[in-house]
């Protein structure tokens, strides 16, 4: 069957939540602007899993207008339901939308939720902007691993020397994977302090994390 922008406006006016899941992922078919019109009534929709599948789609076809996205997105960012959150967190770091850079970041204070925090530093990581640098200093205390993880990668794609300390204070994280994505992370930053750091890690107790960092010298 052919997929059209009509049989898929016929999937997303179903009564049938299912039917209007497949239509939101049938508008990968459809050329981006046609897309782009359609993907915004099944973002309101009254079933969850639709919403975040909708909000989910943005990330690839938000940029047909940036301006438009953003305010939909920020909307997002308030749905009941925290996955939707979360989707509309990697749709606005996917799409490098700074100017919700303090809307992200009180988000992460309001939320319980980890694998939301996760999400939003995830997205701050994806904008490179040094505003995010309070924050991270933040989530990487964190009690859960992959939210400290994603900050040390995070840090390290900002390229900033000032992420130098920050990083320093996790050369010593009892996780040997975290201690190996910190001298990646010293080394893509680079100069004479994360070199400093990278000689201690070179004697890391875990072969891989020593390996890593002596690649770097």
């Known amino acids: 069957m052919t997929i059209t922008p009509e049989s898929v406006s016929a999937l997303l006016s179903s009564e049938s939540h299912g039917d209007r899941i497949r239509g939101v992922n049938q508008l ?45 997105l ?6 009941a ?22 809307d992200l970041i009180a988000l992460y204070h309001e939320t319980e939720e ?3 925090k996760l999400s939003i530093v995830a997205a701050l990581g994806s ?21 400290r993880m994603t900050t040390v990668q995070a840090i390290g794609d900002m390229s900033d020397p000032a992420g130098v300390d920050l990083l320093a204070k996790v050369i010593a994280e009892p996780d040997a994977q975290i201690r190996f994505r910190v001298a990646e992370a010293l080394g893509k930053i680079g100069g004479g302090p994360a070199q400093e750091l990278l000689k201690q890690m070179a004697n890391d107790t875990d072969p891989q994390v020593a390996e890593q960092a002596q690649a770097f010298l």
């Open 81 to 102: 339901e925290y996955d939707v959150k979360a989707a509309a967190a990697d749709a606005l770091g996917g799409l490098k939308l700074k100017e919700s850079l303090p």
């Open 28 to 72: 990968r078919e459809l050329d981006k602007p046609i897309a782009y019109e359609l993907v915004q009534a099944p973002i309101q929709d009254r079933n969850t899993r639709v919403r975040y599948a909708a909000v989910s789609l943005m990330d690839t076809i938000g940029d047909v207008d940036l301006v438009k996205s953003l305010a939909i």
């Open 74 to 79: 920020r909307n997002c960012l308030q749905d």
């Open 127 to 147: 904008m490179q902007d040094q505003r995010a640098m309070p924050l991270f200093a933040e989530s990487l205390e964190s009690s859960v691993e992959l939210i």
């Open 114 to 116: 980890w694998l939301l």
